[in-house]
T-cell receptor, first 111, second 115 residues
Framework: AQSVSQHNHHVILSEAASLELGCNYSYGGTVNLFWYVQYPGQHLQLLLKYFSGDPLVKGIKGFEAEFIKSKFSFNLRKPSVQWSDTAEYFCAVNGEGKLIFGQGTTLQVKP | NAGVMQNPRHLVRRRGQEARLRCSPMKGHSHVYWYRQLPEEGLKFMVYLQKENIIDESGMPKERFSAEFPKEGPSILRIQQVVRGDSAAYFC?????????????FGPGTRLTVL
C-alpha cells in the first residue's frame, strides 16, 4: 500500500539552528514528491517538489530536499531556521493523481 | 491570477443538517481534489474530479458524502446528516493536467464544526 511516513511529529529548534525533517515513502510507481507548509491559520503552500532529474531540489525560503531512491527518502533541510519558519510541514507523494500525505511535522522555532 | 477559492471559510452545522462546501479551481485548472484534515492528523484524500466526471472517489465515506464538479460553476462537496465526527478542515486543490507529474495548489480550506 502507498504510504508516507514522517518520523518527527514535533520539532523545537532555536533560531539559526539547522533543520532536517525526515520523510520516507512506500510507492511502487514513478514518484513525484512534494513538501508543503502550513503556517498557522493559513492554507497549504508548496515548498518544493521533485519530479525527475537532479535529486537535490531547492525550494522557496531557503529550503531544500534530497531524493534518495535507494532509501525511499525525501528529507527536507534548511541550514538556518528563522522564527517565521514555525509551521506544520507535510511530505506527500503523488499516487495516481491523488496526493498521499505524511502525518505532518510541527516545527516550533524559538526566537 | 486568483488562487483556489473555497467558501465558506467557516461553517457551523447542527447534527443532522446538511453541509455544502464550494471550491473554485485556479484559472485554467480542470482537475479538482478534496482532502480532509481531522484534528491532529494529516490530510487524507477524499475524491478527485474533472468537469462532470468523478475520477477517483476511493477516499470518500460510503454514506452521506458526495461530490460534483459541474460543467459550469464550482465543485461542491456535500455532506448530508452531519455528525460530530465530520468536524474537520476540508481542503480543495486543483491542478492543470491531472496526470503526474503535476502540482496541486490548495485553497484556504473550509473549517466545518458540527455542534
Amino acid at each position: 500500500a502507498q504510504s508516507v511516513s514522517q518520523h518527527n511529529h514535533h520539532v523545537i529548534l532555536s533560531e539559526a539552528a539547522s533543520l532536517e525533517l525526515g520523510c520516507n515513502y512506500s510507492y511502487g510507481g514513478t514518484v513525484n514528491l512534494f513538501w508543503y507548509v502550513q503556517y498557522p491559520g493559513q492554507h497549504l503552500q508548496l515548498l518544493l517538489k521533485y519530479f525527475s532529474g537532479d535529486p537535490l531540489v531547492k525550494g522557496i525560503k531557503g529550503f531544500e530536499a534530497e531524493f534518495i531512491k535507494s532509501k525511499f527518502s525525501f528529507n527536507l533541510r534548511k541550514p538556518s531556521v528563522q522564527w517565521s519558519d514555525t509551521a506544520e510541514y507535510f511530505c506527500a507523494v503523488n499516487g495516481e493523481g491523488k496526493l498521499i500525505f505524511g502525518q505532518g511535522t510541527t516545527l516550533q522555532v524559538k526566537p | 491570477n486568483a488562487g483556489v477559492m473555497q467558501n465558506p471559510r467557516h461553517l457551523v452545522r447542527r447534527r443532522g443538517q446538511e453541509a455544502r462546501l464550494r471550491c473554485s479551481p485556479m484559472k485554467g485548472h480542470s482537475h479538482v481534489y478534496w482532502y480532509r484534515q481531522l484534528p491532529e492528523e494529516g490530510l487524507k484524500f477524499m475524491v478527485y474530479l474533472q468537469k462532470e466526471n468523478i475520477i477517483d472517489e476511493s477516499g470518500m465515506p460510503k454514506e452521506r458524502f458526495s461530490a460534483e464538479f459541474p460543467k459550469e460553476g464550482p465543485s461542491i462537496l456535500r455532506i448530508q446528516q452531519v455528525v460530530r465526527g465530520d468536524s474537520a478542515a476540508y481542503f480543495c486543490a486543483s491542478s492543470p493536467r491531472g496526470a503526474p507529474p503535476d502540482t496541486q495548489y490548495f485553497g484556504p480550506g473550509t473549517r466545518l464544526t458540527v455542534l
